[in-house]
């Protein structure tokens, strides 16, 4: 089983970020006592309108550790939706609603 794990650059105390670029780090990886194949990319996608639309992130990185760079907006909300694959054919996928806040 693959799991995803997120970590956001400049995101405030409040679960807040600045308007403008972000860098979200996303690490893939498998359940401690999975066999671990090896990771073969990611994909992320963002939303700032709930998930009507979504914009492909630009995703750089391997071997599990990748970095997704899009641009959001003042006041906004940002929706992931974020899917990995690995060697063996194993692919995880999700959709987190309303992720973080954008500051104003």
Request: charged share 15%; hydrophobic share 50%.
């Amino acid at each position: 089983m693959m799991t995803l794990r997120y970590a956001l650059a400049r995101m405030r105390l409040d679960g807040a970020a600045p308007a403008g670029r972000q860098v979200l780090d996303v690490s893939v990886g498998h359940l401690q006592l999975a066999r671990a194949a090896k990771v073969t990319g990611a994909k992320v996608a963002v939303s700032f309108d709930g998930g009507t639309t979504w914009t492909k992130a630009a995703v750089t990185g391997a071997g599990g550790k990748y970095a997704a760079v899009f641009s959001a907006p003042a006041g906004s909300y940002v929706t992931l939706r974020v899917s990995a694959a690995d060697a063996a054919g194993g692919t995880v996928s999700e959709t987190i609603t309303r992720a973080y806040a954008i500051a104003s």
